[in-house]
């Protein structure tokens, strides 16, 4: 049991967007669907899945950037889903978020002294104190005072990145979103940024949600991960745990497609996932994995797996434990639908 109270703590969380079709049609999608999960003080939290399936629109409800449709939100202990913008305005000082493009998410009419100090300037910083905290946070990201009257332009990818990190660092925030904050780099730059991240990590206490498609990268930073299909988070654990003993037939497709840059490994035989994904303006029945599991049973295509929980490694799957016909297996404990 962990002694401290969670800093994020998301309950059955879903998200929806009205839509259109082209013959005029409308309807909802369901881009976050009944999540839930904690993040402790100093984790990082990694969420993986494929594109579309709502990694993106998970963090931004938690950040306040999209509206949530139903469920709750905590900071802190604090429910912060139906804040205001005024309660927004302070919380943002605590939850900040790393963009995946270091370039687009750079004014490039602005210098980096001015990009990172426009934060402190709209808390009130001016003057000696101002020049002081942008020269402490160019320090932070491993960057020389020098580069300050530069713009983002003359700077490499891994430099921008660094950047952004410094402009999120600026108001000294508890909580970070990592939205894909490697992907546009080199690998060479990716290793960099990953340690920069760990040490601000060590240094500060921050936490960080990791939104990532590289497995290789997430298991160098994460210390939980989630994974997530069609809106619904399917397997939850701790990184070993996952990567040695994935349970969710989908958590075990994405695990065998990742490279191991390693000659010597012997790779296990390959899912192979029949199918595209489903349209969340219409996702299937019963468990939205139904059709491209190898594993589907009749009740997959009815009911909504529950959760099963052995010693904190989280699986949605009516494969893992028992079906509803069945008693069910001692060592594990079904919890309520979708919560983790």
């Known amino acids: 049991m962990r002694a401290e109270n969670p800093i994020i703590e998301v309950k059955n969380l879903s998200v929806d967007f009205k839509v259109r079709g082209r013959n005029g049609s409308s309807g ?6 009944n999540v839930s999960f904690s993040i402790w003080p ?37 429910e912060i889903s139906s804040a205001s913008r005024s309660e927004w305005r302070e919380l943002h000082g ?45 320090e932070m990201v491993r960057l020389p ?3 300050g009257h530069r713009y983002p332009h003359a700077f490499s990818g891994g430099q921008r990145q660094r950047i952004v990190i410094a402009r999120a660092l600026a108001l000294s925030p508890k909580f970070i979103v990592a939205d894909e904050a490697v992907s546009a780099l080199d690998v060479s730059i990716q290793a960099q940024i990953i340690i920069l991240l760990q040490e601000l990590q ?3 206490g921050i936490s960080y949600l990791f939104i990532a498609h590289n497995l290789a990268v997430v298991r160098q930073i994460a210390d939980r991960v989630a994974v997530m299909y069609l809106g ?25 497609a990742a490279p191991i840059p390693d000659p010597s490994y012997v790779r296990p035989k390959r899912v192979m996932l029949e199918g595209d994904p489903p349209s969340p303006f219409n996702p299937p ?8 599991c190898c594993q589907v049973m009749d009740v997959c295509k009815v009911d909504s797996p529950p959760t099963v929980n052995n010693k904190d490694h989280h699986v949605a799957c009516w494969g893992v434990g028992s079906a509803p016909e069945d008693e069910g297996v001692k060592s594990l404990q079904i919890t309520e639908k979708g919560s983790f």
């Not at 931004?60 to 604090?78: D, N």
């Not at 963009?99 to 990172?116: A, D, G, K, Y």
Request: positive net charge; proline residues 5%.
């Open 285 to 292: 029945s019963g468990c939205r994995f139904n059709t491209r």
């Open 94 to 138: 605590n939850m900040q978020l790393i963009f995946q493009n270091p370039f687009s998410s750079l004014n490039p009419r602005m210098t980096v002294r001015e990009i990172i100090g426009e934060p402190l300037i709209v808390r009130g910083a001016k003057g000696e104190s101002l020049d002081k905290r942008i020269d402490q946070l160019l």
């Open 202 to 204: 060590k240094e500060l």
């Open 28 to 33: 909802l999608v369901s881009a976050v669907d």
């Open 232 to 256: 619904r988070i399917v397997e939850i654990a701790d990184r070993e745990t996952l990567y040695k003993d994935p349970q969710h037939p989908y958590t075990k497709a994405l695990l065998s």
């Open 42 to 78: 100093g984790e990082t939290f990694a969420l993986v899945g494929e594109s579309g399936c709502g990694k993106t629109t998970l963090g931004k409800a938690i950040l306040g950037r999209v509206p949530a449709t139903s469920g709750s939100i905590q900071f802190s202990g604090s």
């Open 145 to 147: 005072k020098s580069v």
